[in-house]
């Protein structure tokens, strides 16, 4: 092999080394943060606010809220990619009118069809006032969510930026997701556990290892020859 290609191997694992560096180490990352969120979910989750307090909070994540409202008709919306004991779904996300704006409830996990072109088929949300009571999450939105890449006809969502939401429901959405309670209680409300983002960051580095001793074992080979 000449030195050029020797150089361009020499430089593509770098380059490979450099990325795989990185997506490990923002693995740690989310693993760090999702450990913040739980424990601030083990300190909270005892404590229920009404809506105005946790307008006011900087971070309500975790908090329990009460609050009554009015589901719009026609606003079913469904969170896509949510997997539950293995199984893909979705989570099925309405909005309520509130006396401080539209709050998206994160109403729970409904099974994907075999046929993907299919959404779950769902009773209309109740009519008249109701009283909820459930978790406040975050926003969440994918780290590769692309804007505009939705089609605003489809019912299927990525994610739960406000803004999109208001954009689907036209009007201002409140900065969190109400999730309600469940039989059996309530599940830490993270999508990935920080075990899981740290199993992936020990991923990346291995494969960096592995990288690195293939092409030593090449170089060697290249000199001794």
Not at 136 to 163: C, K, N, T, V, Y
Not at 180 to 192: T, Y
Request: hydrophobic share 45%.
């Amino acid at each position: 092999m000449s030195i050029g290609k020797s150089t361009g191997l020499l430089m593509l694992t770098l380059g490979m080394t450099a990325l795989m560096l990185t997506m490990g180490v923002w693995q740690l990352s989310r693993a760090d943060e999702k450990r913040q969120l739980l424990q601030e979910w083990r300190e909270r989750s005892d404590i229920e606010l009404e809506l105005h307090e946790a307008l006011a909070l900087h971070s309500s994540f975790g908090y329990r809220l009460r609050v009554g409202g009015l589901y719009l008709a026609g606003g079913d919306l469904f969170l896509d990619n949510q997997i539950r004991d293995g199984r893909v779904g979705y989570r099925l996300v309405r909005p309520l009118q509130t006396s401080f704006g539209l709050l998206a409830v994160d109403t729970g996990w409904w099974p994907a069809a075999a046929d993907r072109g299919l959404l779950p088929v769902v009773s209309p949300p109740p009519e008249g006032t109701v009283a909820l009571s459930g978790v406040l999450i975050r926003p969440w939105q994918p780290p590769l969510a692309l804007d505009g890449a939705e089609d605003p006809a489809s019912r299927r969502i990525a994610g739960l930026d406000p803004a999109a939401l208001a954009q689907r429901w036209g009007q201002q959405v409140l900065p969190f997701v109400l999730r309600l309670e469940q039989e059996g209680g309530m599940a830490p409300p993270v999508v990935m556990g920080p075990e899981r983002h740290l199993g992936y960051a020990v991923q990346w580095f291995a494969m960096t290892v592995a990288v690195w001793v293939a092409a030593w074992c090449f170089f060697r080979r290249r000199h001794e020859t």
